[in-house]
C-alpha cells in the first residue's frame, strides 16, 4: 500500500508562483513513477507533470516552460513548482504514483489539493 498526501494549494494571482508537494509513505521506491494530474470544473483528469525512474520528466504542452517536477527520493516527495500561473491553471491537483510490483501497476491516488489563480 502507498498512501500519498499533497500539500501547498492555495489562492494566487495570475502571474504567480505555488509549489506544490506529495509525500509517500509505504511501499514505494526510487524507481516508481510519480506526478502530478489536474480536473478542472467540469472537466476530465489531465497529466500534468510525470517524473520517472532515472529522473526522466515530461509535461502537459499547456505547462511546459511554466511548471517544474522534481522528486527527493531520501524522503520520497515530489514537487510541482508553478511559475506564471495563468487563471487556466485552476484545477485540483492530484498526486500520483505508478507502482510496479511483479510486473503488474498499481496506481494510487492523493486526495487532491485545490489551485485557484484569480485576479
Known amino acids: 500500500q502507498v498512501q500519498l498526501v499533497e500539500s501547498g494549494g492555495g489562492l494566487v494571482q495570475p502571474g504567480g508562483s505555488l509549489r506544490l508537494s506529495c509525500a509517500a509513505s509505504g511501499s514505494i521506491f526510487s524507481r516508481d513513477a510519480m506526478g502530478w494530474y489536474r480536473q478542472a470544473l467540469g472537466k476530465q483528469r489531465e497529466l500534468v507533470a510525470l517524473?520517472?525512474?532515472?529522473?526522466?520528466?515530461n509535461y502537459a504542452d499547456s505547462v511546459k516552460g511554466r511548471f517544474t517536477i522534481s522528486r527527493d527520493n531520501a524522503n520520497n516527495t515530489v514537487y510541482l513548482q508553478m511559475n506564471s500561473l495563468k487563471v487556466e491553471d485552476t484545477a485540483v491537483y492530484y498526486c500520483?504514483?505508478?507502482?510496479?510490483?511483479?510486473?503488474?501497476?498499481?496506481?494510487?491516488w492523493g486526495q487532491g489539493t485545490q489551485v485557484t489563480v484569480s485576479p
Open positions: 517524473i520517472v525512474s532515472g529522473g526522466s520528466t
Open positions: 500520483y504514483a505508478n507502482v510496479i510490483r511483479s510486473g503488474r501497476p498499481y496506481i494510487y
